[in-house]
Every structure is written in C-alpha cells, then in structure tokens.
C-alpha cells in the first residue's frame, strides 16, 4: 500500500479532499489533527478562545507596562524636586528655576524628536525597499 503525501495549499475544508476517493490514483490517509493544528480545521470556537486568551495577555501587559512607567515618574519627579531644591537652596530664584525646567524640556524634546524621526525614515526605508522590489521589481 503507496502513502502519497500531499501539502495542500488553499484548501479550507479537508473534507474536500477525500471526495472521489474512488477514483484516486494512490491509496491515503488524511492526518486530521495535524491539519487542525495547521489552521485549515479550527473551528469558530477555537479561535474566540485564543482572541480571549490574547486579549487577556495584552491586557496584564499593558496593565503592568502602566505602573512601571507611572513608577518611573515617580521616582524622576521626586529626584527633580530634590534637585529644584537644592537650586533654591543656593539661591536660585522661582523665574531661574523655571527658565531652568523649560530649557531642559526644549533641549530633551528636540533631541529625542530628531532620534525618532531619524530612526523611523531608515525603517520606513528598508520596509519600503523590501516591499517595491517584491511587489512591482523596482530597485532602490
């Protein structure tokens, strides 16, 4: 007995296949829980509950991702507060102070506006790249 074994592209239901048994060329088998688990037999169920299982994990990350970048500011606010304090200490007046934190704000925001604006034209560079020559053949 000859075991033919086919990868079947596009078939969405592996009943299909085994249709006109009758009039095939080699004797098979049809491996059901290898193709459920390559995604032609899941069923409705089967993929609200891996959705509802993601859904719940994205939820615990971004939950956490919360708290750790609230904790974060926290702790940065209560060092800049030492350090406004140890300004005034020495003398600093409220409108030094303040010009102080707004500098600081301008310089940081512009620095890291540069960075990602740079970073994201080289990556939307190389996925763009990779996509015209794919798509239409055309080289950059």
Do not use: P
């Not at 974060?72 to 007046?93: N, R, W």
């Not at 600081?104 to 080289?122: H, K, S, Y």
């Amino acid at each position: 007995m000859k075991h033919q074994y086919v990868r079947f592209y596009g078939v969405q239901d592996y009943e299909k296949v085994v249709e006109d048994e009758e009039d095939a060329k080699y004797s098979y088998s049809i491996n059901k829980g290898l193709l459920r688990w390559e995604a032609y037999a899941f069923g409705e169920e089967t993929f609200n509950m891996l959705f509802g299982i993601a859904g719940v994990v994205i939820f615990i990350i971004i939950f956490t991702s919360v708290f750790c970048i609230r904790n974060s500011f926290a702790i940065s606010i209560t060092e800049k507060m030492k350090m406004y304090g140890e300004l005034a200490s020495v003398g600093a007046t409220k409108k030094q102070i303040r010009k102080s934190v707004i500098d600081e704000a301008i310089i940081l925001g512009t620095i890291r506006c540069a960075t990602w604006n740079i970073i994201w034209t080289i990556c939307n560079f190389c996925s763009f790249k990779n996509s015209w020559s794919s798509t239409w053949g055309i080289s950059i």
